[in-house]
């Protein structure tokens, strides 16, 4: 029996690396069910958002294949709310995780020292906030996909799980037609 019975993972994945890996396999240990949003989902084809909602999935789906058969972890888009209140985007985020879950015990998330300010104080106190390290995988999208534009798969291999290595020409290409 786990800790938690729903977990919820939200990141934009821009690209799928193993810090982000790192934070969903911490939510798997310790929740029943997790759910991931893949942020931003509506948005792409630009320089912060290159790589389709498809895409991102996609590069989710081949690591964690066994984890959705046995429907412990699903994988849902979350569009874009807009610019405004912040906690008026924490409360949509919790609304659209409650529609396809149910109750969601806990949120799971790389240390973002302000993100429990994004919720109300409801959601606050009634949901467990689960910060894990990155200090391990010092790594972020923006310096992988400068990577795949230098064409330094050496470099960007390192911090990508191996079942995704296929992905690279791929997503260097659409990041240079950008």
């Known amino acids: 029996m786990k800790k938690y019975k729903t977990g919820l993972v939200l990141g934009r994945f821009q690209t799928f690396h193993k810090g982000h890996e790192y934070i969903i396999n911490k939510a798997l240990e310790i929740c029943s069910k ?3 949003f893949i942020g931003s989902s509506d948005k792409y084809g630009t320089q912060e958002n290159p790589f389709s909602y498809e895409l991102r999935k996609k ?6 294949e066994n984890e959705i058969k046995k429907n412990q972890l699903i ?4 569009a874009d709310l807009g610019a405004g209140n912040v906690t008026e985007w924490g409360d949509y985020l919790f609304n659209e995780a409650e529609k396809l879950i149910g109750k969601v015990d806990c949120i799971v ?10 919720f109300s104080e409801e959601i606050r ?36 799980n191996e079942k995704n290595w296929d992905e690279f020409e791929k997503m260097r290409e659409i990041l240079i037609e950008i």
Do not use: H
Request: net charge positive.
């Open 34 to 36: 997790v759910l991931v």
């Open 59 to 64: 590069l989710i789906k081949k690591i964690y």
């Open 75 to 78: 994988i849902f888009p979350l």
């Open 109 to 118: 998330y790389g240390k973002e020292s302000k993100c429990q300010s994004w």
């Open 125 to 160: 106190t009634s949901v467990n906030f689960i910060p894990v390290s990155r200090d391990d995988i010092k790594i972020n999208a923006s310096t992988l996909r400068k990577y795949m534009k230098e064409n330094n798969f050496e470099k960007w291999k390192k911090f990508i």
